[in-house]
């Protein structure tokens, strides 16, 4: 089992910024690929980026590439997620996510999960 729990989620202006962090506890085996998802109202949960357990691996989707950027400290367990330049469509749930295989957390199999945390963007 592998527990995670995020933080820095707010209110923030377009064009802002805003950095979430997800710490992880627990089975260290089952957390080796960690990454962001979101989920806007009405709308299913989608994948935003990902990292393997080097970090030498990432991949975001298009809409944020060039403005998002994931990250891990694997000493504090925590995987972070920096968000530039945020727009109003960035408003979200955000869900830090891990899986004991990289494209397994892509594909969201089996994926642990933290309870989300609120990203507003106003316009």
């Known amino acids: 089992q592998v527990q995670l729990v995020e933080s820095g989620g707010g209110l923030v202006q377009a064009g802002g910024s805003l950095r979430l962090s997800c710490a992880a506890s627990?089975?260290?085996?089952?957390?080796?690929?960690k990454g962001w998802f979101r989920q806007a109202p009405g709308q299913e949960r989608e994948f935003v980026a990902g990292?393997?357990?080097?970090?030498?691996?990432?991949y975001n989707v298009d809409s944020v590439k060039g403005r998002f950027t994931i990250s891990r400290d694997n000493a504090r367990n925590t995987v972070y997620l920096q968000m530039n330049s945020l727009k109003p469509e960035d408003t979200a749930v955000y869900y830090c996510?891990?899986?004991?295989?990289?494209?397994?957390?892509?594909?969201?199999?089996?994926?642990?999960w933290g309870q989300g945390t609120q990203v507003t963007v106003s316009s």
């Open positions: 627990g089975r260290a085996s089952s957390a080796n690929a």
């Open positions: 996510a891990a899986n004991g295989n990289y494209d397994a957390l892509f594909e969201n199999k089996s994926n642990f």
């Open positions: 990292v393997d357990w080097s970090g030498s691996r990432t």
